[in-house]
């Protein structure tokens, strides 16, 4: 086991991660930006070193200043936790090169899976099912039209560097798509320092169902069921739930053993999370795979009751998966999770500044994360997300109410918040009767 790990994040992921260092008794290294240096989680970790100033590439993305810190306190690993240099192949290799470890798969899998024409490609050859698409699109347009008809409209114009929703954009005809290419690709070049795009069938009202993987450095591969992750806005998750509704258990257990065989089969190792659309017909397609610990990993450790952050850690210091997960994993009840945001609850964009009053809900079945206390300040400089609040019930109208009940008693002055907008969606018929899909939210009245 791992004597003491660096945690190159910050926020809710940095102050889940510590909590699950301490319960492993490994001792822990926070850092932080200038700009965070009154977080509260610090104070719970071992030992907490600055790394430079607010903007993230100059602390959180800044690789050699968190390789000079976990070299300098003597840090055997670290975790990445999620976003900035968590799917990263560069800064995996470049730990792995001075003798530390990193929480999270081979750099060949950040590598393989980055590049969403290549995962394709690679998980269509493993057995996992894949929807009509096109490879990266060349300069000609001529070439990229061929390809939208051959495919069949509508289409999505997707990054092949990056995912996360960014750049992704509809077209339902030659002229759109021509328009699309432009702006697409100038948003990956933006986004991901790279304007590879290619183009892949857009389904018509799909669910977005992901499937939670663990694997260790042995050859074995497990899952942990499901999460439905269908309420989005502009591609980014609103609500996450597991386990997915109306959906029977049979047809989504046969698709993450299909999962669980193909990443067998591949040789992967320690955790991610295979994406999938599926259509009102059944029908599944592969989006990507997310080579890292999720933001919504809480509403499966809610219905499992695994650890998913300690087991990730455990795996990726070698433990066989059989030591780290109980023999048989069982569903038990239903859990939704809810992303707060510092944002107008009406136009949704960002609203920075300080946390006047930050009272989270104290509830039981309800858990929060968060990197923020009352006195704090909300900055500009990084997603704004404050707060996952993740209720469980032991069914799912239950975890809707707890929900509901607990983002009404969630008190937050000094800032907007979208908790507006996310005690709406617990009181719409679509949300509570299980009639979700990616495009719910476009087609909701304003």
Known sequence: MFNRVLVA?????????????????????????????DAPYLAEAGRAVCIGPAPPRASYLNADAILA???ETAADAVHPGYGFLSENAGFAELLIRHGIAFIGPDPRWLDAMGHKTRAR??????????????AVL???????????????????VKPAAGGGGVGMLPAADDAELLKA????????????????????????????????????????????????????????????????????????????????????????????????LRSATGHYQFIEMNTRLQVEHAV??????????????????????????????????H????????????????????LDLFRPPVMEHVRVETGYAEGGTVTP?????????????????????????ALAAFAVRGISTNIPALLALTEDARVLAGDIHTGLLAARPA
């Not at 994040?9 to 699950?20: E, H």
């Not at 998980?123 to 698409?133: K, L, T």
């Not at 499901?226 to 047809?251: F, M, N, T, W, Y």
């Not at 066989?320 to 569903?331: E, F, K």
């Open 9 to 37: 994040n910050r926020g809710a992921a940095a102050a889940r991660i510590i909590r699950a260092l301490n319960a492993l008794g490994i001792q822990s290294v926070a850092v932080y930006s200038e700009a965070d240096r």
């Open 69 to 71: 810190v976990a070299r």
């Open 121 to 134: 490609a690679m998980m269509a050859e493993a057995g996992i099912p894949v929807g009509s698409g096109s």
């Open 138 to 156: 060349p300069a000609d347009d001529g070439e990229a039209l061929a390809a939208a008809r051959r495919i069949g409209y509508p289409v999505l």
């Open 181 to 276: 290419l432009v702006r697409a690709r100038s948003m990956a070049q933006r986004g991901f320092g790279n304007a590879d795009v290619y183009l892949e069938r857009l389904l018509v009202a799909p669910r977005h169902i992901e499937f939670q993987i663990m694997a260790d450095n042995h050859g074995a591969v497990r899952h942990l069921f499901e999460r439905d992750c269908s309420v989005q806005r502009r591609h980014q998750k609103v609500l996450e739930e597991a386990a997915a509704p109306g959906i029977g258990r049979a047809e989504l257990e046969a698709m993450a053993d299909t999962s669980v065989r193909a990443l067998a089969r591949l040789g992967y190792n320690n955790i991610g999370t295979v994406e999938m």
């Open 300 to 333: 499966t450790e809610a219905v499992t009751g695994v650890d998913i952050v300690a087991s990730q850690i455990r795996l990726a210091a070698g433990e066989r998966i059989g030591s780290v997960l109980p023999d048989s994993v069982r569903l038990h009840g």
């Open 335 to 354: 859990a939704i999770e809810a992303r707060v945001y510092a944002e107008d609850p009406v136009r949704f964009l960002p609203s920075p500044g300080p």
């Open 381 to 405: 400089y990084y997603d704004p997300m404050i707060a996952k609040v993740i209720a469980w019930g032991e069914t799912r109208s239950v975890a809707i109410g707890r929900l509901r009940e």
